[in-house]
């Protein structure tokens, strides 16, 4: 009787595992890299993402070589995304829910004011 629980147990949760699997592709990254006017990679910026609808922001650091990356993003919602450094900011740039991609790469430039 156990054996027979167990197995139907499993058999419940196998639909429910695979639709997981099914949701998780739906889901939004962007990543890419901040650099400065001349390509180089700018280690510490801070890379701010905003969704629009809840006002919401999430923000980090890039790593050693610039990188950064946001995942398990909603694909229902508009996204801004901007990186600031030392004063400095890039371009603000504008993820729309009309953008099917659900891997977004972006390149941030900051240009330093003198």
């Known amino acids: 009787m ?3 629980a167990g197995a139907l147990m499993a058999a ?3 639909p429910g595992a695979a639709q997981d699997r099914r949701k998780e592709p739906l889901l939004k990254t962007v990543h890419g ?3 400065d006017k001349g390509g180089n990679a700018i280690s510490g910026a801070i890379v701010y993402l905003k969704n629009v609808q809840s006002k919401t922001v999430k923000s980090l650091f ?3 070589e610039g990188r950064y ?3 398990g993003l909603d694909p229902n919602a508009d996204y801004e995304i901007h990186a600031e450094f030392k004063g400095d900011s890039s371009q603000t740039h ?3 829910t009309l953008d099917g991609r659900k891997d977004i790469y972006l390149l941030l ?3 330093h004011k003198k």
């Open 2 to 4: 156990c054996a027979l």
């Open 12 to 14: 419940a949760a196998a």
């Open 33 to 35: 890299q901040v650099v």
């Open 62 to 64: 890039t790593d050693d």
């Open 69 to 71: 990356r946001f995942s």
């Open 94 to 96: 504008r993820i729309s």
């Open 109 to 111: 430039t900051i240009e």
